[in-house]
Every structure is written in structure tokens, then in C-alpha cells.
């Protein structure tokens, strides 16, 4: 049904050449992009108490409003990433329960857990979008109704990347619930653009081979 499927990545990610697994790979590019910001937010602060830790011991100077830009950075190591470790079937799953299930039992049970999740990504997505609302301004001094305490930072720019990396969790969930309903629908084993279940032992050969594969390239 599937054949000519390879994989996207060391995940379990397979690929063809369908509608569902070009629009995975596209918003996958992006969840890359994400993902590299929230790397770059965090090389970022470790910079920052670089300098501040050394302003402080050798010059008594810290870095002034350093608490400020690390409450800044939160949101972006936190949030924008989210959707990435989502694509790969990083967050927290029931293995126990999910390993036990084969077929299409196995992807009503997906389906209907993505769908929750879809459901409370859309109210979050609302809720944190009003939450910005109340704090950006045009007619106040850097747009902003609220700032930080030390240095006075806008905190609009930080709350709108909240409501952004929910709503691209939200494509990714509702990719997946179409993965799941497709799955479902015709009786695939190895559906596209889904995480794929795996137990310790094939997870564990499959990051030795990944290593493995580093090391050979390395040595040549």
C-alpha cells in the first residue's frame, strides 16, 4: 500500500509521495526552523550569564536587566520547539498501554488521544492569542501595555510567540489525526507522517545504528 517509503529522519517518520506526506515534510522544514531558534535562545543565555558572571566577579558590574532577558527567553526555549518534539513522538506517551495495540486499534486509540490534544491546542491558542492582546498597545511607547521590572522590556513580543507555537502544534496534531484517520480507514502498518510506535530494544538498535553510522563516516 505504502511502498517506496523511506525514512524522513532517525525517527520513525516514514515518507511517499502523497498530499499528507509532502504537507508533514513542508511543516516539518518550519518545526526545523523553530526548533534552531529556541537552540539559538539558548546559546544565547548561556552568553549572557557568561558576560554577567564575569562583569560581576572582575569589573562588580553585572549584566544589567539579565533576569529580564532570561524571563524573555523562556518562552522561546519553551514553546517554539514544542511542535518539532511532537513530529518525532518526544512527549510524554502511555507505552505501556500504546504497545499492546496492534492494527487499527492501535490508530483509533491515536486518533482519538490527537484529537484531544487538538482540541486543547485550540483553546490554548485562543486563550494565550487574548493574553497578547491585553498586553500589545500601538499608541503606547514600544507598543507595550507591560514590561519587565528591571530594564522595562516589552513583554508583547514574548507572549505572541506563545499563541505561535501552539498553532503550529495545532497543523501538526491535525496532520497527524489525518496519518491516524487514514490508517484507520484502510488498515496500514506502516502509515505516513505518524510517529510509529517502537519498543525499547528497536528505539535503542536504532540510535546504535544512528551512532554507529557518525562513527564510520567519522573514521573515513
Known amino acids: 500500500m505504502f511502498e517506496g517509503q523511506t525514512m524522513a529522519s532517525p525517527s520513525s517518520i516514514l515518507t511517499d509521495?502523497?498530499?499528507?506526506?509532502?504537507?508533514?515534510?513542508?511543516?516539518?522544514w518550519l518545526e526545523t526552523k523553530l526548533a534552531l531558534i529556541g537552540g539559538i535562545a539558548v546559546f544565547s543565555l548561556m552568553i549572557l550569564a557568561v558576560i554577567s558572571v564575569s562583569g560581576r566577579n572582575f569589573a562588580n558590574t553585572p549584566l544589567p536587566g539579565y533576569v529580564d532577558w532570561i524571563e524573555q527567553a523562556m518562552p522561546v526555549i519553551a514553546f517554539v520547539g514544542v511542535s518539532y518534539t511532537q513530529r518525532l513522538g518526544g512527549h510524554i506517551r502511555m507505552d505501556i498501554l500504546i504497545g499492546h495495540l496492534r492494527g487499527r486499534?492501535?490508530?483509533?486509540?491515536?486518533l482519538i488521544s490527537t484529537l484531544v490534544m487538538l482540541a486543547l491546542m485550540l483553546l490554548?491558542?485562543?486563550g494565550t492569542f487574548s493574553h497578547f492582546?491585553?498586553?500589545?498597545?500601538?499608541s503606547a511607547p514600544l507598543w507595550s501595555r507591560d514590561s519587565s521590572m528591571d530594564i522595562g522590556l516589552p513583554l508583547w513580543p514574548t507572549k505572541l510567540l506563545v499563541p505561535v507555537g501552539f498553532s503550529v502544534l495545532s497543523l501538526r496534531l491535525a496532520l497527524q489525526a489525518w496519518g491516524f484517520a487514514r490508517a484507520f480507514a484502510t488498515g496500514a502498518t506502516r502509515p505516513v507522517a505518524v510517529p510509529l510506535y517502537e519498543d525499547a530494544a528497536t528505539a535503542a538498535a536504532r540510535?546504535?545504528?544512528?551512532v554507529s553510522g557518525f562513527e564510520d563516516k567519522e573514521s573515513k
Not at 486499534?105 to 491515536?110: I, N
Open 105 to 110: 486499534a492501535l490508530w483509533l486509540v491515536e
Open 133 to 138: 492582546l491585553r498586553s500589545i498597545d500601538f
Open 17 to 28: 509521495n502523497s498530499t499528507l506526506s509532502r504537507l508533514d515534510l513542508m511543516l516539518f
Open 124 to 126: 490554548l491558542v485562543w
Open 207 to 210: 540510535e546504535a545504528a544512528t
